[in-house]
């Protein structure tokens, strides 16, 4: 097969390029100890480490740590160690929903904003190791607030403002949150969002907490319960401008992130303090390239993984710029990234393939129009990218000079682990190349055997690196049996992918039953329970669909209960009521009210059935004679729905 390759342009002196490229990875998995020990002198240690990488992923003596007996204070590195070099220059700069409402914030800024939030939890009893939720636009408070609870030790859950107000109680009572820190509104697309109504909606549900610290940000009309909610600018009133960090084991819990699963129950992803911040910072300076005084921007949301490590702190605690956007990209038109990258002379650009093949159906003229000349380096996460989605961010947005790095990664994984470095590693549109040092991906099939070179399967890491996730929150045995239990001694990651013959991996999407809509992960088994929840739903099956923008979309067959009519109303407020039991994200892009589901005869769904006909490929449904009543698939097949 023969794929166009874009040779890596030459960097800067200071650039990674193949050779060193070639050097670090071989040494990392030579000599990791020696490796890692040097690496993580870019980090500011109170108390040195002795010991480096300490685990093992078999069950006898299941154990991944790293830097145990470090000490050190995250908020530290991302803030106080750039002051004197660098206070005057801008940490965050926060671009709003509306073009050119910005403010920015030095990192001397910034430090303030943060202390005087770390001393508000204090004051509300907020003490090392408590859990506090966070459901927050992007706005500055929310980085601020985030390095607030790392500098007292609190452990933040993001939960991202999509959410419904079930998904977010849901979050807030499995890890006891103590405190929820929410704003007025959020603004998205021209449109509010009602954060703090619908934490009112949440916490009444959730017993453990004790207090909603409310941010105002569109001073939109909202209740206030005495006793339990407070202001923040009412709370900031008389506090002092300085917090000491506490000083936190390298292993010392520092976020949890809830992440969707095979099954019904989101994951609570636990990453620690030491290994992950290394992970972050050495992944966005090698990355990105990082050079200092450029302005960089990550369009993702703090509510996922990408926004914890590489809007807030990947690039802060390498003293970058960093951009927050509150906005969409298609508001107010379709050129509204250009104008802010024009406005703001960003220099690099991070965002997800569904934004760029969004874009990219509104034409050229939308980009072309803006000069892009800050422009040196454009980076994509979140799903496979299509060549076509690729070549059309490097020739137009690009301009043809820029490198792409695909960047390959998972909430579990803490930061990047396959991508290419931009100047040392040629480039082959849709594949995200190869693995960075640290990282030893293997190829198994069903069975688990090992597949050497080019080849086709399922991925895998056979060792541990300092950022991966070290527990599910409250379960350590569920992270056991569903990472580590499949291949044993492996870390099994869901998703599928080829290796081609120059050792390039090429991720090909899930495995398990997970689907990936506009870059967000969905748990079909979610959606299911959504439905099923609902008093007219007997039954429903949920698989992924080809969707051109979204890569994948979610396809719903629901059986009725009996004596329930299938119309187009009830087909609307299914829909609707998925928005509401767990938000917008899991709306189903294609109903289809379904007599009977394929089953076997011991009862069990036939879902690889379901997503032939979801694909439209129903010339090779495979094997139908184990179903326990062959007919219903003629049913489905010819009652097939495009959309809605
Ligand atoms: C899943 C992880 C990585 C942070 C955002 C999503 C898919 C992610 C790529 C890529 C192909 C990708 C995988 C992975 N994925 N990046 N560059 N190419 N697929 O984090 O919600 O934990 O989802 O996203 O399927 O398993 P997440």
């Not at 959606?527 to 007219?536: I, N, Q, T, W």
């Not at 011991?602 to 010339?619: P, V």
């Amino acid at each position: 097969m023969s794929d166009s390759v874009y040779p890596a342009p030459a960097g800067t002196e200071n650039s990674i390029d193949a050779a060193r490229a070639a050097a670090a990875w071989q040494r990392s998995v030579e000599d990791p100890d020696g490796y890692w020990r040097e690496e993580a002198r870019r980090l500011d240690w109170i108390e040195p480490f002795t010991q480096v990488k300490d685990s093992s992923f078999h069950e006898a003596a299941f154990r991944i740590r790293c830097f145990a007996d470090g000490v050190l204070n995250v908020s530290a590195n991302c803030v106080d160690r750039h002051l004197e070099t660098r206070g005057d220059q801008s940490a965050i700069i926060w671009e709003g929903d509306q073009p050119g409402e910005t403010k920015t914030l030095t990192y001397r800024e910034l430090h303030r904003d943060m202390c005087r939030f770390a001393n508000v939890l204090k004051s509300l009893g907020v003490a090392k190791g408590d859990r506090v939720t966070l459901y927050l636009p992007m706005i500055a408070e929310a980085a601020a607030a985030m390095l607030a609870c790392t500098r007292i030790g609190a452990i933040h859950s993001i939960v991202f403002g999509g959410f419904s107000p079930d998904s977010l109680a849901n979050r807030i009572q499995d890890c006891d949150s103590k405190l929820v820190i929410c704003a007025d509104e959020g603004c998205r697309g021209g449109k509010r969002i009602p954060l703090k109504a619908n934490v009112d909606k949440a916490v009444a549900h959730c017993p453990s907490v004790e207090h909603v610290l409310v941010i105002r940000r569109t001073g939109g009309n909202v209740a206030m319960t005495e006793g339990r909610d407070i202001w923040l600018h009412e709370a900031l009133d008389g506090v002092g401008d300085e917090c000491a960090p506490e000083p936190m084991s390298a292993e010392d819990p520092l976020f949890i992130l809830y992440t969707s699963g095979s099954t019904g129950k989101p994951k609570g992803v636990l990453h620690t303090t030491g290994g992950y911040l290394l992970w972050v910072t050495k992944t966005f300076s090698d990355v990105f390239d990082y050079r200092d005084g450029e302005i960089y921007w990550c369009t993702a949301d703090i509510g996922w993984v990408t926004g914890h490590s590489y809007v807030v702190y990947g690039p802060l605690a390498n003293g970058a710029t960093t951009v927050m956007f509150d906005g969409v990209p298609n508001y107010p038109d379709h050129g509204r990234l250009w104008e802010t990258i024009d406005r703001l002379g960003v220099n690099i650009l991070y965002t997800a393939p569904t934004a760029i093949r969004a874009l990219m159906r509104e034409g050229d003229d939308w980009v072309t129009r803006h000069d892009r000349g800050s422009l040196r380096l454009l980076g994509t996460v979140g799903e496979p990218i299509n060549p076509e989605a690729w070549t059309w961010y490097h020739r137009v947005v690009g301009g043809g000079r820029c490198p792409i790095v695909d960047t390959w990664w998972q909430t579990e994984t803490g930061g990047i682990l396959i991508s290419p470095l931009p100047y040392a590693t040629d480039l082959k549109p849709g594949s995200a190349t190869k693995p960075l040092p640290g990282v030893q991906p293997q190829l198994v099939d069903a069975e688990g055997k090992v597949l050497d070179g080019a080849a086709e399967g399922n991925l895998c890491l056979t060792d541990s690196w300092p950022g991966m996730m070290r527990t599910l929150w409250g379960d350590h045995d569920r992270f056991f049996q569903t990472y580590f239990s499949t291949y044993p001694g492996k870390y099994f990651t869901g998703d599928g992918c080829r290796r081609d013959e120059d050792g390039y991996y090429w991720i090909t999407g899930r495995v398990d039953d997970v689907i990936n809509v506009s870059g967000h992960r969905m748990g079909t088994a979610e959606v299911e329970s959504a439905l099923v929840a609902h008093a007219k739903v007997a039954e429903a099956a949920v698989v992924g669909m080809p969707h051109e923008v979204k890569g994948q979309g979610i396809y719903a067959y629901v059986t009725l209960n009996s004596g329930v009519e299938p119309s187009e109303d009830l087909r609307t407020e299914l829909r609707q009521w998925v928005r509401g039991e767990i938000g917008p994200i899991a709306s189903p892009d294609a109903l289809q009210f379904a007599p009977g589901l394929p089953k076997t005869r011991s009862g069990k769904i036939m879902r690889r059935i379901l997503r032939k006909i979801a694909e439209n490929d129903t010339g090779s449904l495979g094997d139908t004679s184990t179903l326990a009543d062959p007919s219903v698939v003629d049913t489905l097949v010819a009652e097939r729905v495009e959309h809605g």
